[in-house]
T-cell receptor
Framework: SAVISQKPSRDICQRGTSLTIQCQVDSQVTMMFWYRQQPGQSLTLIATANQGSEATYESGFVIDKFPISRPNLTFSTLTVSNMSPEDSSIYLC?????????????FGEGSRLTVL | RKEVEQDPGPFNVPEGATVAFNCTYSNSASQSFFWYRQDCRKEPKLLMSVYSSGNEDGRFTAQLNRASQYISLLIRDSKLSDSATYLCVVNPTGGFKTIFGAGTRLFVKA
């Protein structure tokens, strides 16, 4: 299993500002995943973060809006840049157990962002 | 068509009832299938993987029908604590990207 700590757990931000979310894992993992869950919706993958290389972004998400850092095998950050009310969402960090792609996904508790 | 589709519910059932959820997926080459549970204001957690032969874990039974491209989750003898959103999750390519369904909400009432 993996224990994932995310912070902040929630924040209220002004339009046009940026917020960085931190994700700390209690073990070394190759890949970390960032998801967004908008109100009443399911999870959408934003990007996959590998240590030592640029993150891989899914369709509809770009690096300028959601820059990601992955400085080591236990830590990652996601920044939500130039925020608008449409960015109000829960952002979740996730890792996959084991080395197989069929492994269980473990999630942090999420960061609930409200943009005014 | 969405890659993974679920009936959003909500399903309102009394304690002790049996309830079944279905989920359809569009990619016939999908490799792995899961059911996750998400409690209100909490993160998703794995409930069970879904194997080709079907699998059971206590009151929960998961089935996979590859020909019709759907998976199901059956909950027997529902408990109040089963109230949650159940997410159907599919790994379509065998890689590390997983697709989440929108979830089915279940309310179990006394």
């Amino acid at each position: 299993s993996a224990v994932i700590s995310q912070k902040p757990s929630r924040d209220i931000c002004q339009r046009g500002t940026s917020l960085t979310i931190q994700c700390q894992v209690d073990s070394q993992v190759t890949m970390m995943f960032w998801y967004r869950q908008q109100p009443g919706q399911s999870l959408t993958l934003i990007a996959t973060a590998n240590q030592g290389s640029e993150a891989t972004y899914e369709s509809g998400f770009v690096i300028d809006k959601f820059p990601i850092s992955r400085p080591n095998l236990t830590f990652s950050t996601l920044t939500v840049s130039n925020m608008s009310p449409e960015d109000s969402s829960i952002y979740l960090c996730s890792v996959m157990a084991g080395v197989s792609s069929t492994g269980e996904l473990f999630f942090g508790e999420g960061s609930r962002l409200t943009v005014l | 068509r969405k890659e993974v589709e679920q009936d959003p519910g909500p399903f309102n059932v009394p304690e002790g009832a049996t309830v079944a959820f279905n989920c359809t997926y569009s990619n016939s080459a999908s490799q792995s299938f899961f059911w996750y549970r998400q409690d209100c204001r909490k993160e998703p957690k794995l409930l069970m993987s879904v194997y080709s032969s079907g699998n059971e874990d206590g009151r929960f039974t998961a089935q996979l029908n590859r020909a019709s491209q759907y998976i199901s989750l059956l909950i027997r003898d529902s408990k109040l604590s089963d109230s949650a959103t159940y997410l159907c999750v599919v790994n379509p390519t065998g890689g590390f990207k997983t697709i989440f369904g929108a979830g089915t909400r279940l309310f179990v009432k006394a």
